[in-house]
């Protein structure tokens, strides 16, 4: 069945550097997500983007983080100068649609570690 | 504002019980609901889902959820718990009319002989 894979899967950096995450959707869907787990509470939808632009974002997503779909495979989030509370688990998700018969598919996680 | 509490961020069963993980949902709309299990060091994979028709709704691995308006509750269940059920389980509701999930804050479940 196909996945949606994550690299890295660890990703340590310290306080103020960039960081680049980095998702393969699966190949036909349209719709692409990133979500984070910081240790300990609920998994939270950071933003969604559709046809090659943001669709929805949420308050977390703030002038730190942008996403881009630089290629036909990849998806990538950056928070552009990284602090100790953006230390997460993110998923990228993806899915061939919009609505409830269109599930997302989760990939495992990049565990970012801010020091 | 949808959104879902799961009761118990730790429940414990022995192996061939019955596994019961609890979740509420507020909703002003029928919601659409849903259940993911986290498995170590493993993405979400989605067990089941609910949108309309009938209420009990079966999923993979055994696993079943019953939606009950009544009670706001979409609480999900096996009979009989396995060893390789233990995970950390999510509740989540669809929120908008896109794909925006809203997550409960997760169910550990433990699986002992």
């Known amino acids: 069945e196909p996945e949606v894979t994550q690299t890295p899967s660890h990703q340590v950096t310290q306080m103020g550097q960039e960081v680049i995450l980095r998702c393969v959707p699966i190949?036909?869907?349209?719709?692409f997500y990133w979500y984070r787990q910081i240790l300990g509470q609920k998994v939270e939808f950071l933003v969604s983007?559709?046809?090659?632009?943001?669709?929805?974002k949420s308050e977390i997503f703030d002038d730190q983080f942008s996403v881009e779909r630089p290629d036909g495979s990849n998806f990538t989030l950056k928070i552009r100068s990284t602090k100790l509370e953006d230390s997460a688990m993110y998923f990228c998700?993806?899915?061939?649609?919009?609505?409830?018969?269109?599930?997302?598919?989760f990939g495992n996680g990049t565990r970012l570690t801010v020091t | 504002a949808q959104s879902v509490t799961q009761l118990g961020s730790h429940v414990s069963v022995s192996e061939g019980a019955l596994v019961l993980l609890r979740c509420n949902y507020s909703?002003?709309?029928?919601?659409?609901l849903f259940w993911y299990v986290q498995y170590p060091n493993q993405g979400l994979q989605l067990l089941l889902k609910?949108?309309?028709?009938?209420?009990l709704v079966k999923g993979i691995n055994g696993f079943e959820a019953e939606f009950k308006k009544s009670e706001t509750s979409f609480h999900l269940t096996k009979p009989s718990a396995h060893m390789s059920d233990a995970a950390e389980y999510f509740c989540?509701?669809?929120?908008?009319?896109?794909?925006?999930?809203?997550f409960g804050t997760g169910t550990q479940l433990k699986v002992e002989l």
């Open positions: 998700a993806s899915s061939p649609g919009q609505g409830y018969n269109s599930p997302l598919h």
């Open positions: 190949s036909n869907h349209l719709y």
């Open positions: 983007f559709y046809n090659n632009e943001i669709s929805e």
């Open positions: 989540a509701v669809l929120t908008g009319g896109g794909n925006k999930l809203t």
């Open positions: 909703s002003s709309v029928p919601p659409y």
């Open positions: 609910y949108t309309t028709g009938a209420t």
